[in-house]
């Protein structure tokens, strides 16, 4: 008896790298391409209307990128595999997109067969990393990063992450409005910033903060 194909979605911003992808998996046995996203709002439709097995997901991508859009369909509780596929390797997307829900985490420049056999392991519910990036993953717990920023500047950060001003944050942390000034001041200097705006997206970029679904706090 003849196993149902599996069934995908691939999101990627650029159109020649879709349908480079498409016409790979469609001449493969065992894959059928349900429908292409050039953006992450695009893929969460899509995942919704065809409920495909597995979706190849680029995570730099224009408007919803891919890490939000993984968060989303994770929020919203769909049973859809997602294959990061991506020329990044670095902890700032690796461990974000994992966190997030991402079942695998493949490079662009993996050979076809290690992409075909990925896409038929992430339909299987299995993880799937390439060797750089599982190798960056056991470093990083067996030898776990230096903290960059102190408990308390961190504290700080995730407070104006959530929008709040330096007065919020100051009564929120029982301290002095100068003093959230001053750890302000401390966590740019580490991070190589000189605003508000620029240091929560770095910290996002390093993986120090992320990104939280609806209902968290």
């Known amino acids: 008896m003849n196993e149902q194909p599996v069934r995908l979605v691939i999101a990627d911003d650029h159109p020649v790298v879709r349908d480079g992808l498409a016409a790979m998996f469609a001449s493969a046995p065992g894959f059928e391409v349900l429908g292409q996203a050039g953006d992450g709002a695009e893929a969460v439709r899509l995942v919704r209307r065809l409920r495909p097995d597995v979706v190849l997901m680029d995570l730099r991508m224009p408007g919803t990128d891919g890490l939000s859009a993984i968060t989303?369909?994770?929020r919203l509780g769909l049973t859809a595999r997602v294959l990061v596929l991506t020329t990044y390797d670095n902890d700032s997307h690796v461990l974000p997109a994992i966190e997030a829900g991402a079942t695998g985490y493949l490079l662009k420049d993996s050979p076809r067969e290690e992409l075909l056999r990925g896409a038929r392991a992430a339909a299987r519910g299995e993880t799937v990393l390439s060797p750089s990036v599982a190798a960056r993953l056991l470093s990083r717990v067996r030898n776990p990063a230096p903290?960059?920023?102190?408990?308390?500047?961190l504290e700080v950060l995730q407070l104006v992450a959530a929008g709040n001003t330096n007065r919020e944050a100051a009564d929120r942390l029982f301290i002095t409005e100068a003093t959230v000034k001053s750890h302000l001041l401390n966590l740019y200097a580490k991070l190589g910033v000189k605003d508000r705006a620029a240091a929560v997206t770095e910290a996002?970029?390093?993986g120090l903060l992320v990104p939280r679904g609806p209902g968290q706090t």
Do not use: K
Request: aromatic letters at 8%.
């Open 147 to 153: 903290q960059l920023l102190s408990r308390r500047e």
């Open 204 to 206: 996002f970029n390093r």
């Open 72 to 74: 989303e369909l994770t």
